[in-house]
């Protein structure tokens, strides 16, 4: 399993953007990029996923970088709500079977 | 739309016991995955079903087992509790197919505690 890299923190203030990091140097071309955050007390939830271009949805943007060996998700404005660890994970899109490989994520603070 | 559900919530059990998660998945999801998250680290992974088969399986002993009914629904079974097998275990479901990634949506866990 191709393996990410996080940073083990990071703070923001609310209201404002922030950008988190993730390197995956190994990605091999066929896997996709996702990203899964976990609020306190509950089970991960889906945010976004990329493959090679940049992708916008209601809850975040990715980036990607050319090589695809990293990326960045970004939350535009940061709520309260938005605290909690999030996760770079990378999965084969040649796979109907989609094992999950969590590493131990990056704990987002905010503060009001 | 019921999300993903999952019994009991909470469970202390003791060492050498056996026990017995269940989960029902996300309407119209056909896989189902459970992981093992202990405290302060991220979701391992255990095993995935679809129709009723093992597909994979994450580096956990055969004391940890399974299956997948055929509504979808799933039960995670460990027998010979340990005190490490203390920890959160959550249940994901998710509809198969390859290219395109799908999501897998995650119940809220049973908290397992082996004393």
């Known amino acids: 399993d191709a393996k990410t890299t996080q940073p083990n923190s990071m703070e923001s203030n609310e209201e404002e953007p922030v950008h988190l990091p993730c390197n995956h140097s190994?990605?091999?071309?066929?896997?996709?990029i996702h990203w899964y955050r976990q609020l306190p007390s509950q089970g991960p939830e889906y945010v976004i996923h990329?493959?090679?271009s940049n992708v916008n949805n209601r809850m975040a943007s990715l980036a990607i970088a050319e090589d695809r060996k990293s990326s960045t998700l970004i939350l535009h404005r940061a709520t309260l709500r938005d605290a909690a660890v999030y996760y770079c994970?990378?999965?084969?899109?040649?796979?109907?079977?989609?094992?999950?490989?969590f590493g131990t994520g990056t704990r987002l603070l905010v503060s009001p | 739309d019921a999300g993903v559900t999952q019994s009991p919530t909470h469970l202390i059990k003791t060492r050498g016991q056996q026990v017995t998660l269940r989960c029902s998945p996300k309407?119209?999801?056909?896989?189902v995955s459970w992981y093992q998250q202990a405290l302060g680290q991220g979701p391992q992974f255990i095993f995935q079903?679809?129709?009723?088969?093992?597909?994979q399986r994450g580096n956990f002993p055969d004391r940890f087992s399974g299956h997948q009914f055929p509504n979808y629904s799933s039960e995670l079974n460990v027998n010979a509790l340990l005190l490490g097998d203390s920890a959160l275990y959550l249940c994901?479901?998710?509809?198969f197919g390859r290219g395109e990634s799908y999501e897998q949506y995650f119940g809220p866990g049973t908290r397992l505690t082996v004393t």
């Open positions: 190994t990605i091999s071309g066929t896997d996709y």
């Open positions: 079903y679809y129709e009723e088969e093992e597909r």
């Open positions: 990329g493959l090679t």
């Open positions: 309407s119209g999801h056909d896989t």
């Open positions: 994901a479901s998710s509809l």
């Open positions: 994970i990378l999965r084969d899109k040649n796979t109907g079977f989609q094992k999950l490989v």
